[in-house]
């Protein structure tokens, strides 16, 4: 399973050829906690933050999708958090690809409708002015470009928010009082 995340600014391109293409991020599958397991914040930064964001589940295999047919690909979206230092100029941009991957880092939610997503959002407190249909094209069309996308992996297209991640609590998400994410937090 891949975990691929575009960021929320896709201006940033790499020129492959004649085509740009967005950069993405690509998350090494221990980077997922599994569920059920605590997010562990590792000691050697006393302040963590969530970057919250929001993406689909490949349902079909693939490889150079056409933007148009990309809907075909997904139905259902997930959350996704990334625990980051709060202050990330004490670390430096060349460790920011390594901070990414750093093992047991990304909570995943369970896949749910996308019809949905308005109701997590509002539930999480994430204010949303994006057409996200155009956006997960978008990303999955790009993403397909560069690998082949397996069922099961994951498209995030953008970054929603950031949230204090606070040792000792539990982080929740949750469509119509069903928890799609829950883990506690160490």
Not at 59 to 81: K, M, N, P, Q
């Amino acid at each position: 399973m891949k975990l691929l995340w575009f960021p929320e600014n896709p201006g940033s391109r790499v020129n492959s050829g004649q085509e740009c293409l967005p950069t993405c991020r690509l998350a090494v599958e221990t980077a997922i906690v599994r569920r059920g397991t605590p997010l562990f914040l590792p000691g050697w930064c006393d302040a963590w933050s969530g970057i919250v964001g929001i993406g689909v589940v490949v349902e079909r295999l693939g490889r150079h999708i056409d933007e148009r047919f990309a809907g075909r690909y997904y139905s259902r979206a997930v959350l996704a958090v990334k625990a980051v230092p709060k202050d990330l100029g004490n670390v430096g941009p060349e460790c920011s690809d390594a901070l990414f991957s750093l093992d047991g880092s990304v909570l995943v939610s369970a896949p749910f409708a996308l019809s949905d997503i308005c109701k997590v959002c509002d539930a999480a407190g994430i204010c949303l002015d994006v057409d996200f249909a155009g956006v997960f094209d978008s990303a999955v069309s790009s993403a397909s470009r560069a690998f082949t996308l397996h069922t099961g992996d994951i498209v995030i297209a953008g970054e929603a928010c950031a949230l204090p991640l606070v040792p000792d609590t539990r982080l929740e998400f949750s469509v119509d009082e069903c928890a799609i994410l829950s883990h506690k937090i160490k």
